[in-house]
């Protein structure tokens, strides 16, 4: 604390991001990162990239990258909002379209990025309770609202919703804005991308960091009705006209043109992901069903904080949340390479016998 601070500083409670441990011989399960790299063609184009012409400011526009996004999406350019990762545009969502006389509306146990920018915007917000099966049903979404974001696949849970749900919650909140966060969104659900030309109150978030293996990059992006990402053009041009570098420009575009790469990707993570959850569920774990790239689970005679311990004392790391208490004997477990999940469950099996 320092007097020099800004009045409001001292009150911020900001985000707290998974460990990013110095030590590299960690079997590391706790942020979501991609177990594969990016592909090859990102490292040639980002090669490419770098020669003198970084004496110069990138496209403010990112044209590139958005016309790439665009084409893949079959979108028109006006259609995308690009940021330095998806909590950039998530920042500047919530500013520039959640700051409303009404309160917004997510989930209680979800992304805590949401309840972070609602503190630094001063933003009013209510959450809205998982049901019994820790699951987002979106007809609790139905009340006076400025907004509304739920990520799915949610976070940390995993579990997806249906495109039939989220058309719904649009169509019933036509004066308030309806952001689906799609950060895991290809590892195993649908994209609401399908019903922006539908609902134009319909803004969905998506990231590079994790189905494309960009996390170090810093690439997100929204899309959405020309007249939302107009608002977001304003915000970013009020707070940094080049959030894209050069290099994230040259890899995002790249990461967009290597499709058999990102397929494979996928399904190795989703074939994983299926034979470790059957794994754990024979270890005696209760396991969420996900759409994700990591596994929501907890094990009835265990502590979720002695089972993280134990498993760093093995040198593995998963991510555990103390709270909310519904949530503190789970963990949250990446889908690593196979020889990752393998030593995981050696671990597990060691630590349970
Ligand atoms: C990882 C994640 C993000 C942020 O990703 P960036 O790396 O900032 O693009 C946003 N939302 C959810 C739900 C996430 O899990």
């Known amino acids: 604390m320092s007097k020099f601070w800004s009045p409001f500083v001292r009150d911020l409670e900001p985000y ?12 590391k399960l706790n942020t979501n990162e991609h177990p594969l790299g990016p592909s090859p063609r990102v490292i040639e184009a980002i090669r490419d990239a770098a020669d003198e012409r ?37 920042a500047h969502l919530f500013l520039g379209l959640f700051k409303q006389d009404r309160p917004i509306l997510f989930p209680d146990i979800t992304y805590s990025f949401y309840k972070v920018y609602c503190g630094l915007y001063g933003i009013d917000y ?15 979404y139905q009340r006076p609202n400025g907004g509304l974001i739920f990520p799915n696949p949610n976070a940390p849970t995993g579990q997806p919703l249906s495109l039939d749900a989220i058309a719904r919650v649009a169509e019933a909140n036509p004066d308030s804005v309806v952001v689906v966060d799609e950060a895991y969104v290809d590892f195993g659900a649908d994209t609401a991308i ?43 041009n009020s707070f940094n006209s080049y959030p894209l570098d050069r290099l994230a420009i040259a890899a995002g575009r790249a990461a967009f ?14 074939d994983e992901r299926e034979s470790l959850n059957a794994v754990l569920n024979g270890l ?14 907890r094990h009835p005679d265990h502590s979720g904080a002695d089972l993280a311990l134990a498993l760093r004392e093995r040198g593995i790391i998963v991510r555990h949340f103390g709270k909310p208490e519904r949530i503190q004997d789970y963990l949250r477990i990446t889908i690593g390479r196979p020889e990752q999940n393998r030593e995981l469950v050696q671990a597990l099996g060691d630590i349970l016998s």
């Open 284 to 297: 005696g774990f209760q396991v969420l069903p996900s759409a994700a790239n990591f596994l929501f689970a």
């Open 257 to 270: 043109e290597d499709e058999a790469w990102f397929q494979q990707g996928r399904k190795l993570v989703i």
């Open 16 to 27: 707290v991001p998974g460990e990013q441990p110095k030590m590299s011989r960690l079997v």
């Open 54 to 90: 970084l004496r110069l400011y990138p496209d403010p526009d990112a044209s590139e990258l958005k016309d790439a996004i665009a084409a893949y999406y079959r979108l028109k350019p006006s259609q995308v909002f690009l940021g330095n990762g998806s909590d950039e545009v998530l």
């Open 194 to 236: 399908a019903l922006v030309d539908r609902y134009a109150n319909l803004l969905v978030v998506q990231t590079l960091s994790k189905s494309r293996a960009l996390a170090g990059i810093r690439v997100g992006f929204a899309i959405g009705h020309e007249g939302l990402i107009e608002g977001l053009e304003r915000v970013k």
């Open 126 to 140: 209510q959450t809205v309770p998982l049901n019994d099966d820790l699951a987002i049903d979106l007809a609790d």
